[in-house]
């Protein structure tokens, strides 16, 4: 059973760092890219970073880049965020994803991708 299990979630405060860590397990996510989105209640879910299935590249939304990075270890089968100068808007769930299809490019859609983790809860305190 494919498993994804977010971890490093909790009060940050404003102009801090986040630092998120998402463990796989169930089977290798090697071919396939992984992410990461946001959700707030009463609000879409909201893409925030993904990594190709290679490592070699990296996307990021529009309101994290410069802040953000994504990596991934293939040998621990994990995916990492780190944002910098976090603000309270960036308040959520964060949620880690893998792709639907190996070999793919990369994608921002939250339709491209099917395991989703149940979520880690960040609160940056202003």
């Known amino acids: 059973q494919v498993q994804l299990v977010e971890s490093g979630g909790g009060l940050v405060q404003a102009g801090g760092s986040l630092r998120l860590s998402c463990a796989a397990s169930?089977?290798?996510?090697?071919?396939?890219?992984m992410g990461w989105f946001r959700q707030e209640p009463g609000k879409e879910r909201e893409f925030v970073a993904v990594i190709s299935w290679s490592g070699a590249r990296t996307t990021y939304a529009n309101s994290v880049k410069g802040r953000a990075t994504i990596s991934r270890d293939k040998f621990k089968n994990t995916v990492d965020l780190q944002i910098n100068s976090v603000n309270p808007e960036e308040t959520g769930v964060y949620c880690c994803?893998?792709?639907?299809?190996?070999?793919?490019?990369?994608?921002?859609?939250?339709?491209?991708?099917?395991?989703w983790g149940q979520g880690t809860q960040v609160i940056v305190s202003s």
């Open positions: 994803t893998t792709s639907r299809s190996p070999f793919a490019p990369e994608e921002t859609g939250g339709e491209y991708f099917g395991s």
């Open positions: 169930g089977r290798t996510f090697d071919h396939h890219f």
